[in-house]
């Protein structure tokens, strides 16, 4: 299928996306125009909730599959916006819009290079590609919800922005519910043991804490103490602090070793972590589809932000067009020059591997 066409059609379908509101958990609209992309395209598909997939036409169960995944789903613009985040913008090369780097242009770039290969025969891997939801929440009914559905995935590209670049690793994430205890009493009384004076050698603590193993790619696991809340009224000294720890973890560790060890060493009366299913995630940079991006000019290195990699059971590849710093910001912008160079290359990435 001609390239140009489908990185026209890819842009056209991207400023529909942005002009669709698509929070988490509200994607019905969205996944109708990927739907509607999917018929024009003559691509058979089929639709579990907002998430809505295809497998390659000549899908053959004897071969190894190959996951292309990315999300149409949306944080919720901030207030810092000064060009409507729902109306796509072209203005000097970019195209503004909410959701338009994170990640509508690489959901679309996949879209493309799925419908380049879908009607080829003979390839060594099958393809399936899956436009999820819930990826910006978490949620239950996003990919995590397909794995069951899908095909048995053997390894998957997760397109979010990373410049093109392969990132080969992906920190996990923990996140913990902490408590510190004291004695409640009248602020007018001696107290000895106030849980907020208590609180500050518990965030020294974990302010100084290092985790023993560094990963090559991941570097070190970043532990950082987001919240904090106590008392009700300035006459009383309240009985504990809540805290909210914010934890990374490298590939050297499993979520549930990170746990096991604030459980045993950190000075809180109480540390629970809210869920251990968000792992850290890699690929051997000796995979094929890791040297074909080398090949390619392309650059590997460690990612500390979270994506749906983190709840695929296979080795993955996070790779995209679009810069990963302008995600979530004011007037969120991706280039068109970035998509068509993202769907290029995708394309000659997978051309030496299928």
């Not at 066409?5 to 842009?11: Q, R």
């Not at 910006?136 to 997760?158: F, H, R, T, Y």
Request: proline share 5%.
């Amino acid at each position: 299928m001609r390239q140009e066409k489908l990185t026209n059609d890819a842009i056209v379908l991207l400023k529909q996306l942005i002009e669709t509101p698509s929070f988490s958990s509200e994607e019905n609209e969205t996944a109708l125009l990927i739907e509607k992309w999917f018929q024009n395209y003559g691509i058979s598909y089929q639709r579990d909730q907002n998430n809505v997939w295809a497998v390659n036409a000549f899908y053959d169960e004897n071969k190894p599959t190959l996951l292309l995944n990315s999300h149409h789903d949306t944080v919720k613009p901030n207030r810092g916006y000064t060009k409507d985040p729902f109306k796509a913008i072209i203005d000097n090369g970019k195209l503004y819009g909410l959701g338009s780097n994170d990640a509508g242009g690489c959901l679309v770039s996949l879209l493309a290079t799925f419908a380049h290969f879908y009607q080829q025969k003979d390839l060594n891997y099958n393809l399936v590609i899956v436009a999820s939801a819930e990826e910006e929440s978490s949620g239950q009914n996003g990919l995590n919800s397909m794995l069951s559905i899908i095909p048995k995935i053997d390894v998957a590209i997760v397109g979010e922005p990373t410049l093109m670049q392969l990132a080969i690793a992906e920190k996990g994430l923990v996140v913990f519910d902490a408590k510190v205890t004291g004695t409640p009493g009248h602020a007018a009384h001696p107290n000895n043991n106030n849980a907020i004076y208590n609180t500050i050698d518990v965030l020294k603590w974990f302010q100084a804490y290092e985790f023993d193993k560094v990963s090559e790619t991941l570097g070190v696991v970043k532990m950082t103490v987001t919240q904090i809340n106590a008392g009700k009224q300035h006459n009383a000294i309240p009985a504990e602090v809540d805290l909210v720890v914010d934890v990374r973890v490298n590939d050297q560790y499993s979520n549930e070793e990170v746990a096991k060890i604030l459980s045993e060493e950190s000075p809180c009366s109480s540390i629970i972590p809210r869920s251990l299913r968000l792992n850290s995630s890699s690929i051997p940079k000796e995979h094929e589809l890791v040297q074909a991006g080398i090949s390619l000019g392309r650059e590997t290195y460690g990612s500390p932000t979270l994506s749906d990699q983190s709840v695929l059971p296979c080795p993955s590849l996070k790779l995209g067009p679009g810069d990963s710093t302008r995600s979530h910001t004011a007037d969120e912008f991706i280039y068109i020059q970035e998509i068509e160079e993202g769907i290029d290359l995708y394309i000659k990435l997978l051309e030496k591997v299928l």
